[in-house]
């Protein structure tokens, strides 16, 4: 059951120095099973598309448009749990709930940034699909190296202004109180704490970031019509196959990307936290991040073509680095 600390109200509007997160639990053994339960999903995240980057970055088959994003998604994605998880276990190892100033402005911060890339990265991807299926002999021409890395560096200096933007509308206001009614820095959970008007100026950054989502969402489905309009015109049910097995896995990522976050805020608010609150958020933060690795893996058999080289090289160089060892020790055996 989910509990929190004792809120610290002021009534003279000083500035915190410290918030308080939400507690998963006081029971001592449950800390414990959450520290452990969120070190198996990080862990699992974080092997997942550290195996995805190395996969595309040996295997030059895959140094094509696509898998250059798709590095870049899962590069995004461990940025993402990595700012929510580690501080999520600390305080359960350690039994505390507390997070500094400056370490919840790094969190909203860093968290919106690398979400925000996200979203812009599947966006990008859905554009790619799109040129290789229905123009696929202007491919080249348009989707070249140079247009890949603008098209990623424009997206990573929008969602860097984004997340400029929203932390420094987020912070500027006055907090009342310093529990937060959330398990790690989150604007709406924050702005409730506020004790000044200017919370509405980022409410409406918020409502116009949304609608910024919502156009992405919009364009990627147009354009997803638009692919399979195609896709259905094609003679060959080997070309079918073969488009809608680099299609689906996208697909299925910005479904889970998308739905997850609905999930989470797509309910009527409420003034207190419950433990399906938590759950929720729990989901939209961590699940696809976790998923995305495995979801392009098991659609993708260039994918598990090059996993199964990479697991293939690591094994011969444990075999090596045993040799050598070995060859080490005999020859000072013989001296």
Partial sequence: MCVKYTEVKMSNFTSVSTFLLWKFSEVR???ILHFFLFLALYMTTITGNLLMIAAVAFDHHLHTPMYFFLTNLAMMDIGIVSVIIPKSMTNS???????SYSGCVAQVFFYLFFVASDLSLLTV???DRYVAICNPLQYETIMHRGACIQMATIGWILSLLYAIIHTSGTFANTFCSNAVDQFFCEIPKLLKL???DFYLVEVGLLLLACNIGLGCFIFIIITYMKIFSTVFRIPSAHGKKKAFSTCLPHLTVVSVFIFSALFAYARPPTDASSDL?????AIYTIIPPLLNPFIYSMRNKEIKTALWK???YG???IIYLKFYKNWILCSSTCE
Avoid at 277 to 281: A, E, H, R, W
């Fill in 277 to 281: 609150d938590i759950i929720f958020s």
């Fill in 29 to 31: 053994e449950l800390q």
């Fill in 194 to 196: 506020s004790c000044s």
């Fill in 315 to 317: 094994h011969s160089f």
């Fill in 93 to 99: 190892f350690t039994n505390s709930s507390s997070i």
């Fill in 125 to 127: 991807m859905a554009h």
């Fill in 310 to 312: 990479l697991l293939e």
